[in-house]
């Protein structure tokens, strides 16, 4: 059974940084390219960044690209975002993406094969 669990979310303040952590199980993670996505309460789902199955390619979107980076260890099987300079519009939950055929480089969350159940993020001024 695939699976994907985030960790690290919680209560942050304005300006402070956050690592979330993914950890996969059940399926071979070396194949999968890596993404994270984000969902702010009554707003779609939204790209935050990917990165393919060896770590040397990234993608974020345009407007976190300045305060994310996302990282893998495939020894581990775990993936990770750190996000720096929090504002009150990070707020939402944080799910991790896991895709075979690496359309999630693109931002692409339709064919996302692996999703995991989120975790909340909540920015305080």
């Known amino acids: 059974q695939e699976q994907l669990v985030e960790s690290g979310g919680g209560l942050v303040q304005a300006g402070a940084s956050l690592r979330l952590s993914c950890a996969a199980s059940?399926?071979?993670?070396?194949?999968?390219?890596m993404g994270w996505f984000r969902q702010a309460p009554g707003k779609e789902r939204e790209f935050v960044g990917a990165i393919n199955w060896n770590g040397r390619v990234t993608h974020y979107a345009a407007s976190l690209k300045e305060r994310s980076t996302i990282s893998r260890d495939n020894a581990k099987n775990m993936v990770y975002l750190h996000m720096n300079s929090l504002k009150l519009e990070d707020t939402g939950i944080y799910y991790c993406a896991a895709d075979l055929r690496s359309r999630i480089l693109r931002g692409d969350r339709d064919y996302v094969d692996h999703w995991g159940q989120g975790t909340q993020v909540t920015v305080s001024s």
């Open positions: 059940g399926l071979t993670f070396s194949n999968y390219a």
